[in-house]
């Protein structure tokens, strides 16, 4: 007997997820990873942003092309879907309506879809058919601004607060909770995760520190921002940083003992005492490298670690242990994430499958799918086969 688990907690769920770029086909990747059987459609030409093996926001996927502005195309993606649980698309609003694709017209084939639905802005509200990248989602929500040093410009964050943290993340709670609810009423729904809703979320703690008087609405001078000099990066002597987050009373007396200051910890959040401190602290810092420092602080209660680049991130012990990244087909990348008790082993996450060639699975999927004459799509320039 075929043990699920090995297949992951999601195994038998169906997705169809319409290609676009980013937090969409995050959103699909972290369901594929879950162990979802993710069926990526595909443009004609549009492979997305590199060679397909090394896409690996596609990993775990299937994908057919269809080009959508051909009826027969159409039917056979609803039909796709009335063997489905969950439809993705990251165009702006009304767009799969026009192509006869919206909710409607799935629900009409099968009406326990879940109809997921990404974007920066939302299905509505005065910027919804605006353009923008995730830079301008967080600038609305007060996070990019939250983002930087004192006295100085707001720093990016990459894409990792908007497109992924505010946008795929709130994705893939919606489908799961709109999921739970379709098997307790028989009906989908539309899933609206916004990217400007969900970093908003994300800041929830923060509006409570700001509400309560514990942060200030500028960069770098709170807690969690760099402004406390126990909650900070530091360069070390050949040029490397260490990040510091003492924040904890014990933990920032253990930092004090460990880097041998004679500071008194009652002064610890005195804020007139901070400047001297992290003068203090990153004098101290700078005086040896970054090796000697991370051989002091490793499986200390300091709270202090390497800051460590994207290549040299796998070779750290902790990181190579867990295989939290590992290389699949000869490709850095990041393992399945969270883990589950069920997995066989759960210290080891199952493998994803590499990135499909755009069009791999067109035939074998459209035939299984019911779809009449896959053959004649084909031919007729409907559907592309790899």
Not at 23 to 37: C, H, I, N, Q, S
Not at 356 to 377: K, N, S, Y
């Amino acid at each position: 007997m075929t043990d699920p688990y090995a297949q992951g907690p999601l195994a038998g769920l169906k997705v169809i997820e319409l290609a676009g770029i980013g937090p969409g086909p995050f959103a699909a990747m972290t369901l594929a990873d879950l162990g979802a059987d993710v069926i990526r459609v595909d443009r004609p030409g549009g492979s997305g942003p590199g060679a397909p093996a090394i896409n690996l926001i596609n990993r775990g996927k299937r994908s057919v092309i269809l080009d959508l502005k051909r009826p027969p195309a159409i039917d056979a993606l609803l039909t796709l879907v009335a063997s489905a649980d969950v439809l993705i698309e990251g165009y702006r609003p009304g767009v799969t309506e026009r192509l006869g694709v919206g909710p409607d017209a799935c629900w009409a084939r099968n009406p326990r879809l879940v109809y997921g639905r990404m974007t920066g802005w939302g299905q509505s509200g005065p910027l919804a058919h605006a353009a923008g990248h995730d830079i301008d989602y967080i600038s609305l929500t007060g996070a990019l601004h939250a983002i930087g040093e004192a006295g100085g410009p707001p720093q990016i964050p990459i894409n990792l607060l908007g497109d992924f943290g505010g946008g795929s993340t709130y994705l893939v709670i919606g489908i799961l909770a709109a999921l739970r609810e379709a098997d307790r009423t028989g009906r989908g729904q539309v899933v609206d995760a916004a990217i400007v809703d969900g970093a908003a979320h994300l800041l929830t703690a923060v509006h409570a520190l700001l509400a309560g008087g514990r942060w200030t609405d500028e960069r770098g001078v709170n807690l969690l921002d760099g402004g406390a000099p126990y909650y900070s990066v530091y360069a070390t002597a050949d040029g490397r940083h260490m990040s510091v987050g003492a924040i904890e009373p014990k933990f920032y007396a253990e930092l004090l003992r460990l880097l041998d200051l004679d500071e008194d910890p009652a002064l610890q959040n005195d804020r007139e005492h901070w400047p001297a401190l992290r003068k203090r602290l990153a004098a101290t810092f700078a005086a040896r490298p970054m090796a000697e420092w991370t051989r002091l602080f490793d499986g200390t209660d300091a709270c202090v670690a390497p800051v460590l680049s994207l290549r040299e991130a796998p070779t750290h012990p902790h990181i190579s242990d867990r295989g939290t990244l590992a290389e699949v087909d000869g490709v850095l990348q990041p393992a399945p994430a969270p883990r589950f008790s069920g997995a066989r082993p759960a210290a080891a996450p199952r493998a994803p499958s590499p990135p499909p060639t755009p069009g791999e699975h067109t035939l074998e999927v459209l035939t299984a799918a019911g779809v009449a004459d896959p053959g004649r799509l084909v031919a007729d320039g409907a559907a592309i086969q790899a």
